[in-house]
């Protein structure tokens, strides 16, 4: 004869089994890259008043963008990396009911603007620096 107990727990093993089979999960982990990386640290490799276009191009290779202004042009450089990860656990079969989920985003870049005067030489150049402060995961 089975107990009171021991029907107890079947129904309730039963029961998570059901629940367990109902309920759907999933993972996901994307990663975004635009434009070229920038190799070179544009402090090394940049002098004021000496780097030309030309050096320039050599070792950054061709600008996002180029704008020219009335006392010379402007390269701008940009590398933009995105990091994300999901985490889902919904019930798809009966009600389509999201249970949990948990969504993290990081979103970095690098920018260099260089300026050049109307002969072609470097002005000035600004650098940001953000891929590092990616955490890995």
Known sequence: M???????????????????????WGCSIGRTYIGSEIR????????????????????FGPPERITSQFDGDIFVYAYYRKNSSKFVIEEPYFTNLTIFSYTRVQEKRDHLVILFDKEGIVKNYGYQRGIKDLTPY
């Open 2 to 24: 089975v107990s009171t107990r021991g029907r107890m727990s079947c129904v309730r093993l039963l029961t998570l089994l059901v629940l367990t089979m109902t309920l759907t």
């Open 40 to 59: 070179s640290d544009p402090g090394e490799k940049i002098q004021i008043g000496l780097t030309n276009k030309s050096d320039v191009l050599s070792v």
